[in-house]
């Protein structure tokens, strides 16, 4: 069987771009820690936030995303942790779909309603990071934001 020479190409071409990034996968998961979202098929959806210390320095927060502001249980559209914290996100929403970027954290999950997603991740250094939406998600979108205080 006779293969076009420019399909054996795209082939090669695109079966080495595969492996490059199967490898950046694994390099940014093996070196720098950076988990790659999942789907939490056995957790049921939620509808309200929950800031949970269940270690030290170790947080579950359970964000509801919704029109216009992240729901993560503490009152207000913010949480502080000490650095060093290790921090499991699980993040759903309670109306459109919305997502959820950590931009200094390479966190970028989507918020859907009915489904939860998981995330985790350290926060070393202290500082104010901020936690924006993504998507599109109606006219206040662009002022849909919480913030992460990590204090010494
Ligand atoms: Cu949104």
Partial sequence: MRIDP???FAMIVG???LGAFILAIAYANFVWGVKVPTCEVVTRPFSKGAFIETA??????????RMWYFDMGTGKNEITIPA???VTFFVTSGDVVHG????????????????VGRVQTTFER?????????EYCGIG???MY????VIQ
């Fill in 146 to 149: 919480a913030k992460i205080n």
């Fill in 84 to 86: 060093g914290s290790k």
């Fill in 56 to 65: 030290p320095k170790t947080y579950e927060v359970q964000v509801v995303a």
């Fill in 126 to 134: 202290p500082g104010e990071y901020l936690m924006v939406c993504h």
């Fill in 100 to 115: 959820i970027k950590i931009p200094e954290k390479n966190i970028n999950i989507m918020a859907i309603p009915g489904v």
């Fill in 141 to 143: 979108h662009q002022g």
């Fill in 6 to 8: 420019f399909e054996k």
């Fill in 15 to 17: 079966g080495i771009l």
